[in-house]
């Protein structure tokens, strides 16, 4: 709860502030920089996070960066400058982050068994929290933008609250793991890693260009903006709830669903309905959810415990730096060759990306965690 409060807290304020900027400066590039900053935070944290992570309580590293996140947005309260704004996009996120951290590397302590159940009810979770951070930033811009920063100081208090440390499990697994190790197990699962930085990469666009589209070329209000987002998330929430139900990760299913995400973007490109795009953002967060929690539960069944912070936060900067990247990356293609154009190519990309996708996943979809350990030994 505590984790799902500060991820609605995090994405309302880039929803918002998304808004505000490409409204007030016209400047896609500019909310580029939103994702770009959230890279930045994590980059620096993630590493140390990990190292961390591997020899304490999780719980306490959740309480205190929940602590530290109130801290960050009660400033906000007196500086809005756009300075100011990247500032806090850069630590909120940093924080947010490392507390995922904490909590994605004790799922597989706590659960022993079901882990794709697991996954999928974290989905969900994140799912959920979207769908509120999505609801809460378009709406205050819509209705009362001035509320924002007192918004964000309760959610952070109440995460605070709900993240009070509890008594760690102890791993049976009295192995000890180096660095060394765990630069085998990313070597080892590279390319799953950078099938998945390729793939977040192209959904970094919708988060881009969504406020561009709907306020510079279809010309209509927040609202579109908000449902076309929330929609997304209401999709991976029921993508979610189905997701957890699949115990086989088959090739098949998700290299055609990666396929089906490219013509998504194309079709969203072409379309000049907002409701019509509403439903293909739907379609494509049904789409996620059913790639990811196979994914998910795949990568998180091969890792050892006791390397699971460190590998965990290194996995995470490949999946997590494509959308940065990316995010700075579109801002200049859309200023240079527009928003459609490039919307277009990320589609046909998607669609080709199906191809080695399917390769990829029958080569690690049979492999267990003994196999890992023998590889590092």
């Known amino acids: 709860m505590s984790r799902n409060l500060l991820r609605t807290s995090s994405m309302g304020f880039s929803i918002f502030f998304m808004w505000e900027i490409v409204v007030k400066y016209h400047s896609v590039f500019l909310v580029s920089l939103i994702p770009t900053f959230s890279l930045l935070g994590y980059l620096i944290i993630t590493l140390p996070i990990g190292y961390v992570l591997d020899k304490v309580n999780k719980s306490k590293v959740i309480f205190l960066f929940s602590v530290m996140t109130v801290l960050v947005y009660f400033l906000l309260i007196f500086v809005q400058s756009l300075i100011y704004i990247y500032a806090v996009d850069f630590l909120s996120f940093m924080l947010y982050m490392g507390s995922g951290d904490a909590y994605y590397s004790s799922i597989k302590e706590i659960v022993s068994e079901d882990l794709s159940g697991a996954m999928s009810l974290n989905t969900v979770g994140r799912a959920g929290s979207g769908i509120a951070g999505t609801a809460l930033g378009g709406s205050v811009a819509y209705f009362d933008p001035a509320s924002l920063p007192f918004i964000l100081v309760v959610m952070a208090l109440v995460a605070a609250s709900l993240s009070f440390p509890f008594k760690s499990v102890?791993?049976?697994?009295?192995?000890?793991?180096?660095?060394?190790?765990?630069?085998?197990?990313?070597?080892?699962?590279?390319?799953?890693?950078?099938?998945?930085?390729?793939?977040?990469?192209?959904?970094?666009?919708?988060?881009?260009?969504?406020?561009?589209?709907?306020?510079?070329?279809?010309?209509?209000?927040?609202?579109?903006?908000?449902?076309?987002?929330?929609?997304?998330?209401?999709?991976?929430?029921?993508?979610?709830?189905?997701?957890?139900?699949?115990?086989?990760?088959?090739?098949?299913?998700?290299?055609?669903?990666?396929?089906?995400?490219?013509?998504?973007?194309?079709?969203?490109?072409?379309?000049?309905?907002?409701?019509?795009?509403?439903?293909?953002?739907?379609?494509?967060?049904?789409?996620?959810s059913l790639v990811n929690i196979p994914l998910d539960t795949l990568l998180t069944s091969l890792i050892p415990n006791k390397m699971m912070g460190r590998t965990n936060s290194i996995i995470q900067i490949f999946l997590l730096s494509s959308s940065p990247v990316m995010a700075t990356l579109y801002g200049i293609l859309a200023t240079l060759f527009g928003i459609i154009n490039v919307l277009f190519a990320v589609g046909v990309f998607g669609i080709l990306m199906g191809i080695p996708s399917f390769f990829v996943i029958k080569k690690f979809k049979g492999m267990k965690e003994e196999d890992v350990q023998k590889f590092i030994a």
Do not use: C, Q, W
């Open 170 to 288: 102890s791993s049976k697994d009295s192995t000890i793991y180096s660095f060394s190790h765990v630069s085998k197990v990313i070597k080892l699962i590279l390319p799953l890693l950078l099938m998945g930085l390729l793939i977040n990469g192209a959904f970094t666009a919708i988060d881009v260009y969504s406020s561009g589209l709907f306020h510079l070329i279809l010309h209509v209000n927040a609202i579109y903006y908000t449902a076309f987002l929330m929609a997304f998330s209401i999709g991976e929430l029921l993508g979610g709830v189905v997701g957890g139900r699949i115990k086989v990760l088959k090739e098949g299913l998700v290299s055609s669903l990666i396929s089906l995400f490219g013509l998504s973007f194309i079709l969203i490109s072409i379309t000049r309905e907002p409701l019509v795009d509403v439903l293909l953002s739907l379609l494509v967060g049904i789409g996620t």
